[in-house]
């Protein structure tokens, strides 16, 4: 039998020059994987603020300022397996872009859902296994 499971965040979508800023997850469906920065939104947390401060915590850079990429929530549906229980993931996300301090990258981890932080260059992206939010960012925008 699958279980259903529902998650909305907010995550950032960072260029430098020709590489996306990455993390490694550590834990969840996307284990193992790399995605975009980002999570879910504590109470009373505005959008930027989510963004601001798990981009801080994930990667260790500090975002100066924030936009929408879109005004449509993206949704995606995701298959995985956990413990021998299979799951569908239902994914929904607002894609960030900001400006930010260029400084230098956590190496270690958050503790909670990120291994560590890397600029990937767009180019070589097909090299690793990306989250399908990455390849959406990277298609649309």
Request: hydrophobic letters at 30%.
């Amino acid at each position: 039998m699958i279980k259903y499971h529902a998650h909305f965040g907010i995550y950032g979508y960072l260029k430098n020059d020709d590489s996306i800023l990455l993390i490694k997850k550590a834990r969840g469906p996307y284990k193992g994987m790399y995605d975009l920065p980002g999570g879910s939104p504590y109470e009373n947390e505005t959008n930027e603020e989510t963004l601001t401060r798990e981009i801080k915590e994930e990667t260790g850079i500090d975002i100066i300022s924030c936009q929408r990429l879109t005004n449509q929530v993206i949704t995606i549906f995701y298959n995985y397996s956990l413990q021998s229980q299979d799951y569908l993931l239902k994914h929904s996300a607002l894609l960030y872009s900001g400006e930010f301090y260029n400084q230098k990258l956590k190496n270690e981890e958050d503790g909670e859902d990120s291994n560590y932080a890397k600029w990937i260059k767009i180019s070589e992206l097909a090299n690793y296994q990306t989250t399908p939010f990455v390849k959406i960012a990277v298609s649309r925008f």
